[in-house]
Antibody, heavy 118, light 112 residues
């Protein structure tokens, strides 16, 4: 069974940093692209970042230079290092597994809340 | 970026009746490989999104056959043949034809 278990959210002050984790199981993690998607309170879904199987990364313009996606294939874990956080970064962050035969995401983590507030 | 516009934004439906949600793209979603990468997600209250439909009309694993997708080019439809109580939630269309992937604003399905 594919499982994505997230951790690392919480309350942080503006300008602060936070690292999110997403522990994967039930599939060969190193063979899959992985994604982070954000949902601001009461709002829709926005892609934040993605990483392919080679480690190549992409970011939304709003987080480029502040967020870093990475993966540890030995630990089957995806990370999102967030720095210089602003109130606009507040929301639930979901990790998601990329599909192999078409561009998209099939399985999603449970989400972790990040609140940026003074 | 491609903009996806969903209608309606809210859909009150009677149990057992059909429901349709529409998604219009600001440009064609036909990829250079000939495929159209338009998917539908369901988000039940307090839950993460769940993939329902991919490539316009393919049901993902475990999705009931009362869910179906159709469309082409810029106009797409998600149809629920007979709404059940567990279908309550927000439905999103999402395009992955062109980076960055973009989502519709969501349609809230509720029971009358």
């Amino acid at each position: 069974e594919v499982q994505l278990v997230q951790s690392g959210g919480g309350l942080v002050q503006p300008g602060g940093s936070l690292r999110l984790s997403c522990a994967a199981s039930g599939f060969p993690f190193s063979n899959f692209w992985m994604h982070w998607v954000r949902q601001a309170p009461g709002k829709g879904l926005v892609c934040v970042s993605r990483i392919d199987t080679t480690g190549y990364t992409s970011y939304a313009h709003s987080v480029e230079g502040r967020f870093t996606i990475s993966r540890d294939n030995a630990k089957n874990t995806l990370y999102l290092q967030m720095s210089s956080l602003t109130v606009e970064d507040t929301g639930v962050y979901y990790c998601a597994r990329g599909t192999t035969d078409w561009p998209g995401r099939d399985y999603w983590g449970q989400g972790t809340l990040v609140t940026v507030s003074s | 970026d491609i903009v996806l516009t969903q209608t309606p934004l809210s859909s009150p439906v009677t149990l057992g009746q059909p429901a349709s949600i529409f998604c219009r793209s600001s440009q064609s979603l036909v990829h250079s490989d000939g495929n159209t990468y338009l998917s539908w997600l369901q988000q039940r209250p307090g839950q993460p999104p769940r993939l329902l439909i991919y490539k316009i009309s393919n049901r993902f694993s475990g999705v009931p056959d009362r869910f179906s997708g159709s469309g082409a080019g810029t106009d797409f439809t998600l149809r629920i043949s007979r709404v059940e109580a567990e279908d309550v939630g927000v439905y999103y269309c999402v395009q992955t034809t062109q980076y960055p992937d973009t989502f519709g604003q969501g349609t809230k399905l509720e029971i009358k």
